[in-house]
């Protein structure tokens, strides 16, 4: 990475940090996640940023990929996951909290079993650091707050335009020798009760997609909606709300035949599989061979 590459990168983990302090002020039990979401999505455009992703707001065992679509009804409750991710020009922040709206003592334990695992995980991660010790780090701390990690979610390397890019960084000791290298990565623990499975299944269709095998479409409107995806998300996931928002009813039909065609990858919502609670923690670090940054800290 360049310097300009790292100031991007910064920028963008600065704005996180940021919006993160803003949501925390409006995130109030009964409020619509729509409304909480798009308030989060036009502050990260407000302070120069545009989102890398569409806020995620997941509640009780809904783990990750759940974000309000246009009409959604849904309100905050339980223990609510914040997911957020900003970028400038591509340089990606990505930067996740978790708040109890009941004032609940087992939804603050699996947080600070959350926090307890983030804080070990950044800790242990640095250039030639193993995957697996980080991933022992980040179990050791979460189990010593009667908790267990989420196994099949992970923290993960982060390139220009691609938010999970290849390395996986596991939240387990999971016997891998690789070693980090310089560049972009996020550290993600999640945790669930001692009596969960600790591991998440797939859900119904959380609404978010990514570009996967670009091709034509016959329908004209699907063509426009399309050119508008290609140009304003490039290889980052985006929401049907998105397109809502910009084209009315009609960019949802034009969703419906994008799809249709094979051209997106569509996220199911992750949930844990015994339908007990999770808690997530997350921050974006720059690894370089003279320090580590991490972005999404407040300074």
């Not at 923290?155 to 690789?178: A, M, V």
């Not at 051209?263 to 844990?272: A, K």
């Not at 808690?279 to 407040?298: D, G, N, R, V, Y």
Request: hydrophobic letters at 35%; aromatic letters at 6%.
């Amino acid at each position: 990475m360049n310097q300009e590459e790292i100031k991007k990168l910064k920028q963008a983990g600065k704005i996180a940090a940021q919006v993160v302090d803003f949501a925390k002020t409006i995130v109030k039990k009964g409020t619509p996640l729509l409304e909480i979401a798009e308030k989060i999505e036009l502050k990260i455009k407000e302070l120069g940023g545009e989102p890398a992703f569409p806020v995620n707001l997941s509640i009780d065992q809904v783990a990750a990929h759940y974000t309000p679509t246009y009409n959604d009804k849904t309100i905050a409750s339980g223990l609510l996951k914040v997911d957020i991710g900003v970028h400038i020009n591509g340089f990606i922040a990505d930067t996740a909290f978790s708040i109890d709206l009941e004032n609940n003592k087992e939804n603050q334990e699996l947080i600070k079993a959350a926090q307890a695992g983030l804080d070990a995980g950044l800790e242990k991660a640095k250039i030639s650091s193993q995957l697996q010790e980080i991933g022992e780090a980040i179990e050791k701390a979460i189990k010593s707050k009667k908790a267990i990690p989420i196994q099949n979610l992970s923290g993960h390397s982060i390139e220009k335009f691609n938010l999970h890019s290849g390395i996986s960084i596991p939240n387990y000791n999971n016997s891998s020798t690789l070693e980090l290298e310089e560049g972009t990565y996020a550290i993600e623990p999640f945790t669930t009760l001692e009596i969960g499975t600790g591991s998440i299944k797939e859900g119904k269709t959380s609404n978010i997609y990514k570009l996967e095998n670009l091709k034509n479409v016959r329908d004209k409107k699907a063509r426009e909606v399309l050119s508008f995806i290609v140009e304003n998300y490039n290889q980052l996931p985006f929401c049907s709300r998105w397109l809502y928002n910009k084209f009315g009813a009609t960019g949802i039909l034009a969703l419906r035949r994008i799809e249709e065609a094979g051209i997106l990858h569509s996220y199911p919502q992750l949930i844990e599989c015994s339908g007990k609670k999770v808690a997530q923690a997350e921050h974006t670090i720059i690894l370089t061979k003279s320090e580590k940054i991490i972005t999404t800290k407040k300074q």
